[in-house]
């Protein structure tokens, strides 16, 4: 049975930072590019971050470029998200999402193959 599940996320102020993790099961996921997703209410799902199988290929959405770092740890079956300077724009459900192809090709939703049910990320004073 294939399952993503993300965690950490919660309540913070701006400028603070947290760190997303998402576990994978049921399936190989050091062969898979891994990305995330956010959705804020009324909102598009947008794409945050992707990483290649072997964690060589990055790709970032432009409204997190230089605040939000992808990574991963094969052997761990896990995919991070470090979220740092974050904004009240920033508040949205993560989610985390698995893609037999390549990590270009995960900055479209429609490309993934696999989805979590998503963890709460809010920013607030």
């Known amino acids: 049975q294939v399952q993503l599940v993300e965690s950490g996320g919660g309540l913070v102020q701006p400028g603070g930072s947290l760190r997303l993790s998402c576990a994978a099961s049921?399936?190989?996921?050091?062969?898979?590019?891994m990305g995330w997703f956010r959705q804020a209410p009324g909102n598009e799902r947008e794409f945050v971050a992707a990483?290649?199988?072997?964690?060589?290929?990055?790709y970032y959405g432009d409204s997190v470029k230089g605040r939000l770092t992808i990574s991963r740890d094969n052997a761990k079956s896990t995919v991070y998200l470090q979220m740092n300077s974050l904004k009240p724009e920033d508040t949205a459900v993560y989610y985390c999402?698995?893609?037999?192809?390549?990590?270009?090709?995960?900055?479209?939703?429609?490309?993934?193959?696999?989805w979590g049910k998503g963890t709460l990320v809010t920013i607030s004073s």
């Open positions: 999402a698995a893609n037999r192809g390549t990590a270009a090709a995960s900055q479209t939703w429609g490309a993934m193959d696999y």
């Open positions: 049921g399936f190989t996921a050091s062969s898979f590019a």
């Open positions: 990483i290649s199988w072997s964690g060589a290929s990055r």
